[in-house]
Antibody
Framework: QVQLVQSGAEVKTPGASVKISCKAS????????MHWVRQAPGQGLEWMGM??????HINYAQKFQGRVTISRDSSTVYMELSSVRSEDTAVYYC?????????????WGQGTTVTVSS | NFMLTQPHSVSESPGKTVTISCTGS????????VQWYRQRPGSAPTTVIH????RPSGVPDRFSGSFDSSNSASLTISGLKTEDEADYYC?????????FGGGTKLTVL
């Protein structure tokens, strides 16, 4: 079955960078977009960006432009957030869209908790 | 900026039917499909509806999605169970950005 397995929890100091991975299995990885979504404590879902199947077209939410980098290789998608601050403390999710609706989400990773603290 | 608006909370009794609305700004919801996600406390979201009204396999037919030409979408849950208590989010697309609604807390009491 389709699975997205994310890397483990991270604790970072302000100003550092964090890179999270999302390893996919159970489907044709190279045929689908992938999204990154985050959720701060007690808050709603916030879209960060998406990467196309070829890895050569990436849309970032304006809020994160210049600070986030999404990339992919043969089976894994990565999200790197730089210059982190306390407001970046959140659970980060990768999500695979359904066939035919690249901007939706069908299967979600388990989430990666990032804590930013001095 | 394109926005989706949901009620902050709804509540209903077990066995009843509840509908959660999702209203788009600027008349733009009609341009893209709407998805709905359920999130139980401490868990990752799961998809209950995609492409306005399609249920992923494993989602019971108590869950249904609809789309209204007056710029809104709805998620209806019938035969409510206590396990349906969760946060529900709608989601769509403005051509460049994925947009989520603010979420609706469903209480089943």
């Amino acid at each position: 079955q389709v699975q997205l397995v994310q890397s483990g929890a991270e604790v970072k100091t302000p100003g550092a960078s964090v890179k999270i991975s999302c390893k996919a299995s159970g489907y044709i990885f190279t045929a689908y977009y992938m999204h990154w979504v985050r959720q701060a404590p007690g808050q709603g879902l916030e879209w960060m960006g998406m990467i196309n199947p070829g890895g050569n077209h990436i849309n970032y939410a304006q809020k994160f432009q210049g600070r986030v980098t999404i990339s992919r290789d043969s089976s894994t998608v990565y999200m790197e957030l730089s210059s982190v601050r306390s407001e970046d403390t959140a659970v980060y999710y990768c999500a695979k869209p359904p066939l035919g609706v690249y901007y939706g989400m069908e299967v979600w990773g388990q989430g990666t908790t990032v804590t930013v603290s001095s | 900026n394109f926005m989706l608006t949901q009620p902050h909370s709804v509540s209903e009794s077990p066995g009843k039917t509840v509908t959660i609305s999702c209203t788009g700004s600027s008349g733009r919801i009609a341009a893209s499909y709407v998805q709905w996600y359920r999130q139980r406390p401490g868990s990752a979201p799961t998809t209950v509806i995609h492409e306005n009204d399609q249920r992923p396999s494993g989602v019971p037919d108590r869950f249904s999605g609809s789309f209204d030409s007056s710029n809104s979408a709805s998620l209806t849950i019938s035969g409510l169970k206590t396990e349906d208590e969760a946060d529900y989010y709608c989601q769509s697309f403005d051509g460049a950005n994925v947009v989520f609604g603010g979420g609706t807390k469903l209480t089943v009491l």
